[in-house]
């Protein structure tokens, strides 16, 4: 493909996905193929020549798009949002078509400074302590995913609480972890692939807010210890996936630094609110955390993937993720002047995806998401009213951004039944979770373009399924 | 930004990339700024207003590109590439467009069935086994890079090696792994990482070839189990970043086997070249790998990132990746009849990464894909011969595929003066590794764009700088 066949191409693949936006709403949310449908129309082996570029590109919208489940639909309320915008995508077009490789400083200086200085913009523009930024003793760094920091957190823990033995010696026996029964899986996770083992990750009782009980933290502290463990790592959650539920960080704060531990802090959904002074309270005393992380690719406009990860001391990340094999060594590595972010993440090779934010910083500019945040608020809280105010139903947790969790009052069946029926319709998807050994049914504002007529369709719907359910 | 807006803003990006492409040629490769010099420019603050988006694009011409080192230039030698082409470069679009998150199979099916169904392509291409393609009771996976494919590995040989009891209750001591000396840097990371401590990775030796010594590698078996440890893991390689040693797998499977151990085969880079039939030599005997990885970003005209992971069976790595909360459970998940790619990776989020390696492999077609690693070889053999032919030069490792290691006879202080002139010099990067104690440079033919006389063009400069330091 010379450059100019990629001009046409390029204009046709970007019309097609503004065509694509334009339709996305018409679509049935949830994809509706059965397993193995795509592959049944795809060929058993590769083409020996190549193919017309219309060719694939045709074969997007007859053979793809039918096994989509729409995550850009405005009526996408699962989950939570991976809300991509117009800007960040054509930021990705720019990125692929650099195609540079930041593993360090050197093998592209813009890619790993612009990740350095939109990092700072985030953290600034979240009100996230100083330490946290390049002017402190930490930083930010994008990760593809919060399981990624996660992961990455728990490795520095581990490391300053074994004074970097876990990581040159191997793990001795006896090293806990700590989070909320509601916190992510990826917390187990990270505590299985650090060898830990998932067993020793303790699972702390939530109060009726389903927020972690910090005295009951503290008495697993005091248990391991006594039983001579070492508590080294504690995941604090600031907006739980199942209900949005805040931890109360202040007291574990308190408590993780009487007992020496890391605090990490998962604000992945729930952070990226902090832009709005009004939602900030929820992540009083991050200050006092070791890490942090929150993902603009959920709901900052900012497509997947782009989880910012913020340390306090980047030194503990450092010490358990660098190595420097001769042929990566560099005058700029060597003279010690630059951030090689190679060592502040498991993978070695990195795509130049802080483009994405800077593009979507300077498109929306901080008013403009806000703007966004605060509707999506609006809709939600608006929604729980509708739904406090129909009697069949039940609020069964506070919705404290975008985030509603109800269900019909009664048993979990006829609750099942009309997600079945919800999703069946392909008007609109939501997910469920559990809460307190009950059903519930979660309904997530956090799609670029969900706005009002979105949400007023979609309780008229849960309303018309409601009724037939239950005449 | 409306689909309006989208399509010309889209429109003016795809001019801006086809530009980029066609002078690329004419950059100085490796970026002259300085450490800061990008930060210096940008303003301290995001703006709180919206910008317009040819201010920004304006801003990528402007700012970004004088800290780009140009990996898509074909005077590129370094490291290994990262080669990007057209098709992938649109790909990377329409999956932006889409904005699907592919966690489970229902979170879009053709996110995954595509990803399963391009990696049996790859694998039949490459000759892989039966046992890596969703035929058997393996199968593929798109990882991000081959360090994230080498730590799951370890982690499924680790679970394997204790029964599931490093997961689930945590690392025992004397968990033991291997590979050479000349293996990559990940291997050591992900030991660490994996909790088994960086000194229990035995760095087995290597014969004059640069390969492992399958003799040195059994006696190193044995000690450990005699001392009572528990040999879990070995990483052999094809193609060492390095030099491009091939470790020969059928004296390492045989050993792998008897003791037990699992084996890993890191074909990052050389991989890529199994695609045509006469390079697939290097990698006889990987039917008896338990897993396997090639990057179809290094060598296969698909731009970073995509990984190709492999396993022979599918079972040990769920096992050790596998989690279900509540909030992700679903039908199709439930009925087993699909896969979900969650469980084959450390993150719980992806990407649609499959879409760039399907319209790699049909816009190119095997034969196209085949033409270009056999024209990348030939330029690398035909630069070893030109170094060969030069009294000063020597050539220090087998010239396996596309890579050239040489050096100027004699002590390493001019070599490394001449590798200084060259990069300084903006018309070519090339960078060094130690061989044997010995400096080295390394040329590695692998962007997409190189052609004969770019080759011929950095060979003539290479002269003429050694010229200059002994006249």
Chains 1, 2 share one sequence.
Not at 106 to 124: I, K, M, N
Not at 185 to 203: D, M, T, Y
Not at 355 to 384: C, D, N, P, T
């Amino acid at each position: 493909m010379t450059p100019d066949e990629f001009r046409r191409h390029g204009y046709a693949t970007v019309d097609w996905i503004a065509s694509y936006l334009e339709r996305v709403e018409s679509f049935p949310v949830l994809s509706a193929v059965m397993p193995g449908a795509l592959r049944a129309a795809l060929p058993a082996a590769p083409p020996e020549d190549g193919e017309p570029y219309e060719a694939i590109l045709a074969d997007v919208e007859r053979l793809i798009l039918p096994g989509i489940t729409h995550w850009q639909s405005p009526n996408f309320f699962a989950y939570f949002s991976a809300n991509a915008s117009p800007p960040a995508m054509l930021a990705e077009l720019v990125s692929a078509g650099l195609g540079v490789q930041g593993m360090l400083w050197a093998t592209s200086p813009a890619c790993t400074e612009l990740e350095t200085h939109v990092l700072d913009w985030l953290a600034d523009a979240l009100g996230l302590p100083e330490a946290f930024t390049s002017r402190g003793t930490g930083g930010g760094v994008i990760q593809d995913t919060a399981s990624s920091a996660t992961l990455c957190a728990l490795l520095a823990a581990r490391d300053r609480a074994t004074d970097g033995a876990a990581t040159e010696r191997g793990l001795a026996a006896g090293l806990t972890a700590y989070a909320s029964t509601q916190a992510h899986s990826s917390v187990e996770k990270a505590v299985g692939i650090a060898g830990l083992g998932r067993a020793h990750l303790r699972l702390i009782e939530v109060d009726d807010t389903f927020a972690m009980r910090p005295a009951a933290l503290d008495d697993a502290l005091r248990a391991d210890r006594a039983a001579g463990r070492t508590p080294c790592f504690v995941a604090a959650t600031i907006g739980t996936t199942s209900s949005t539920a805040m931890d109360p960080l202040p007291a574990i704060v308190e408590i993780c630094r009487r007992h020496g531990v890391w605090l990490h802090v998962d604000a992945a959904l729930a952070g990226n609110a902090a832009i709005c002074p009004e939602f900030r309270q929820f992540q009083d005393g991050v200050a006092g955390a070791d890490s942090y992380c929150v993902n603009p690719h959920k709901w900052l406009l900012t497509n997947f993937d782009c989880d910012a990860f913020y340390v306090a001391d980047r030194g503990a990340l450092l010490r358990a993720l660098s190595i420097l094999p001769e042929y990566l060594r560099n005058q700029a590595t060597e003279a010690g002047a630059v951030i090689d972010y190679r060592d502040w993440q498991v993978p070695l090779g990195r795509r130049f995806r802080a483009l994405k934010l800077w593009f979507v910083m300077r498109s929306y500019g901080l008013a403009g998401l806000r703007q966004h945040i605060r509707h999506h608020v609006e809709l939600a809280r608006r929604f729980a009213d509708w739904v406090r105010a129909d009697a069949r139903f039940e609020i069964v947790a506070p919705v404290a951004l975008n985030l509603v969790c109800f269900r019909l009052r009664g048993d979990d069946a006829p609750n099942e039944r009309l997600l079945a029926a919800l999703t069946d319709s392909g008007q609109a998807f939501l997910t469920h979770t559990r809460l307190a050994g009950r059903y519930v049914l979660r309904l997530a504002v956090g799609a670029t373009y969900t706005t009002d007529r979105h949400v007023e369709a979609v309780w008229d719907r849960i309303r018309e399924c409601a009724t037939a359910l239950q005449p």
